[in-house]
């Protein structure tokens, strides 16, 4: 396996995990990817849902990719001691024009790098579930494909799956009146999403990702909480509901325990006793056995 990190622009970096090619003696593999996009808000980037998630698909066999995508606060300690150290290129939507720019990258390296370009998957948690959705479901939309700096061909930007992890599904501040977000986090929130800390109705609905549903995306695997007190479960089962109604194909788990940001839920990542939760640790092996199925 090597290891590398990957610039994307100033702010934004990819970190590559690719196996070995070779297997075993003269056989080569070409192995199936996933670009994992961890969470924090749009304002940072979660440490526990970026390595700690590759390892775990690496000993699958897939080789991962993690996007820390340009991030609207400079620094994780700004965010939490209310300092506004604000990265001029974390406005949305660069972050999915990152992720579109690193299925790109991936593609065009699939040789060296010995990828199965056909096998991509994405993966996102919370608000990077928000940009891996946004990607999904508007990967051939025109307006938004025109912000990038590359023209795509065919359906180099659809991936092959997408999974959402207790996913945000808009950007809509009053829907976390329960969380523990403070007022300064979900004011940066609004500025990043819509540069302005007082959005209408109409900004907001422009980040609902159920309004981008169309018929030809990616086949999903979504998965949640109900004890979930940031990002709210009943959001992410009408979603479900509309994919249904849309005639799409969906595998949708809602666990009966488990609070927001669990990411795998295992000893090996966790900083407190509440981080461990096995039961939250069984979407990973529902999911390989959902991704091998596709």
Known sequence: MFHKKIELNDTAFVEAYIPDPIISYEVNRKWPAVVICPGG?????????????????????YACFVLRYSTFIKSREACYKELADINDNGYYPSQILELMETLLLIQENSEEWSI????????????????????????????????????????????????LCYPMLNARMDHFTNSELSKFQKDMMNKCLHKSISPTLEQSKELEVENYLQSD???????????????????????????????????YHLFRQGRH????????????????????????????????EI
């Open 217 to 251: 995306i990616p086949e999903l695997f979504i998965w949640h909480t109900t004890e979930d007190a940031v990002t709210n479960a009943k959001h992410t089962t009408s979603l479900v509901k509309k994919i249904q109604d849309f005639g799409l194909p969906c595998e």
């Open 116 to 163: 199965d370009k056909d096998h991509i998957f994405t993966i996102g948690f919370s608000a990077g579930a928000h940009i891996v959705a946004m990607e999904a479901f508007r990967w051939n939309d025109e307006e938004l494909v025109s912000k990038l700096k590359f023209v795509p061909k065919s359906k180099e930007l659809k991936p092959r799956g997408s999974i």
């Open 41 to 61: 808000g749009y304002m940072i980037s979660a440490i526990k849902e970026g390595e700690a998630v590759a390892m775990q698909f690496l000993s699958q066999g």
């Open 261 to 292: 940001g669990l990411a795998c839920g295992n000893k090996q990542y966790a900083n407190k006793t509440d981080d461990i939760n096995k039961y939250i640790g069984m979407w990973l092996p529902l999911v390989f056995n959902w991704m091998g």
